[in-house]
């Protein structure tokens, strides 16, 4: 039997599971390391403390399923996106590495916004300008830091710096770094258009050779096979930035389909053959499958909120969130003129938008109060699936991944409000199958991701839209939109 071991490198969780071809798991094993944060804003972590994490992790499953390393046909990843990683030219960390969440460039990243180089730069990158881009964090280095600048031989990413320890070879997988803004998405590598517009034309040479998702370069070292039990020479592969294992595992390999991912963010995903630039700055990247593109729209405006809520509002319940799902159920839908903006993290409405509640009045209680919650996750999951939509058309089917999948109520919601139906994907580990489902393609055990994701990936169960509700979730969602705008419009609260 051979078994894919694919290993997922959240902003604060490292996790290894291991499957058979058929996306059967064994075991999975995870450990969490807390985030550095030395400053406000900003987001770090060490990366030989992550090493470490993976290496017992690694180790953790081969011992649980008892499965020989011999087993193991290969070995690829899943990670978060953006971020830097920068390694001197000993192939040891330059300083902390710095998370995507990370938000010291902010500045700088205002200053290219006034002075118009975002615009001058999706051209190229097609990304919208942001704090955490590999791009952004070098320019902040340059400023301040110019020592750990000069110091750095490659630009690497989560992931990349994750294959580099296992195998001695430098890579920039290509699903990751073609969202850096250093990469020409069009033309497929890097762009000295994009260094010099960012202020970093002496990164243009210290950049990693890029590597497709199912690319082996280079197996487990002798080294790393001591450390993580694994067997020299096993295959390690490119692997994933993390939105794509989740389109992966929802198996979008054709445009029928857009992935809606629910957790602590909410992203929207589509596949196409086409790089379309319109009016709207779309973010684009190269997917796994030959010739095709992934666009996405997404902020941390989910399911964060609400587990924010319950830990807030219902300590000491044994059940919270099942009985959240109940008083939902107990509602006609739509019931209430309470709004919920779940703005906690982020806001993809406006950058003077914070979280809050509007419309309360004594005649509610708690369950309109959650519904609230929820309806507003949702409305903010619609305004990113309604761009998406501009693009891709309305004749597709919604596959959705993340914890909420496991509430019938909270998906029935999503369908009513976008009037779409909705595939429920109940993938418990997307980032370590994906990862495994890029090992299985490379290690030729399928000719091609289409049919690997057919074998390997779950089945869905269909949740049609209830048409009587639509109409009033379409007046909710409106009075939402305006309700942002007019917020918007204020000046941030003091």
């Known amino acids: 039997m051979r078994y894919f071991l694919g290993i997922d490198i959240g902003g604060t969780v490292i996790k290894s599971g291991l499957y058979d071809a058929n ?46 390393s011999g087993d193991v046909a290969g070995v690829s990843f899943s990670a978060h996106g953006k971020g830097l990683y920068a390694v001197d030219e000993n192939g040891g960390p330059v300083r902390n590495g710095i998370i995507s969440s990370d938000n010291r460039a902010l500045p700088i990243v205002m200053k290219w916004k006034a002075e118009g180089i975002d615009a001058r730069a999706y051209p190229y990158g097609y990304q919208q300008v942001w704090s955490g881009h590999p791009v ?41 770094i073609s969202g850096s803004n250093s990469y020409n998405v069009e033309k497929g590598a890097y762009d000295p258009e994009l260094f010099r517009l960012f202020g970093i034309e002496e990164m243009e040479g210290r950049t990693a050779p890029v590597i497709d998702s199912a690319e082996s370069r280079a197996g487990v070292s002798r080294k790393a096979a001591e450390e ?36 602590t963010w909410t992203i929207e995903t589509w596949v196409t053959e086409t790089l379309v630039t319109p009016g709207y700055p779309y973010i684009w990247g190269r997917y796994c499958i030959p010739g095709k593109y992934f666009v996405h729209e997404g902020s941390p405006t989910s399911a964060g909120n ?10 000491g319940e044994a059940n919270p969130f099942d009985r959240c799902n109940a008083m939902l159920e107990s509602l006609k839908k739509a019931e209430s003129p309470v709004y919920f903006l779940p703005y906690l993290f982020s806001s993809n409405l406006g950058d003077n938008l914070s979280a809050g509640f509007y419309g309360l009045a004594s005649a509610y209680g708690l369950a309109h109060v959650v519904q609230a919650v929820y309806e507003g996750i949702c409305f903010s999951q619609h305004a990113h699936l309604e761009r998406i939509l501009e693009l891709s058309g309305r004749d597709k089917i919604l596959r959705l991944t993340g914890g909420p999948a496991r509430s019938k109520v909270w998906m029935q919601m999503v369908a009513d409000i976008s009037e779409m139906p909705v595939e429920v994907m109940h993938v418990k580990e997307s980032g370590c199958l994906g990862a495994s489902i890029a090992a299985a393609v490379g290690s030729g055990s399928y000719a091609s991701f289409a049919e690997a994701m057919v074998a390997m990936c779950p089945k869905g169960s269909v949740v049609d839209p209830d048409p009587a ?25 003091v």
Not at 306 to 315: H, N
Request: charged letters at 20%; aromatic letters at 12%.
């Open 469 to 493: 509700a639509s109409s009033r979730y379409r007046e909710k969602y409106q009075y939402y939109r305006h309700l942002a705008a007019g917020l918007n419009a204020l000046p941030p609260a």
């Open 306 to 315: 609400l587990e924010w809520f319950v830990r807030t509002f219902m300590a």
């Open 136 to 176: 952004s964090l070098l320019a902040w280095l340059k400023q301040n830091e110019p020592d750990s600048y000069r110091k750095i031989h490659r630009i690497l990413m989560a992931h990349d710096w994750v294959r580099y320890k296992l195998t001695g070879d430098y890579g920039a997988e290509v699903t990751n």
């Open 228 to 263: 993580t039990g694994l067997r020299a020479g096993t295959p390690v592969y490119g692997g994933f930035f993390d939105v794509v294992s989740a389109a992966v595992c929802a198996g979008l390999a054709d445009p029928r389909y857009i992935n809606v991912v629910m957790g």
């Open 23 to 68: 996306g059967q798991e064994k075991t999975v094993a995870t450990q969490t390391e807390t985030a550095i944060v030395a400053h406000p804003g900003w987001s770090e972590r060490d990366p030989v403390a992550m090493w470490s994490a993976v290496c017992s992790t690694i180790r953790q499953v081969l011992r649980d399923s008892g499965i020989k």
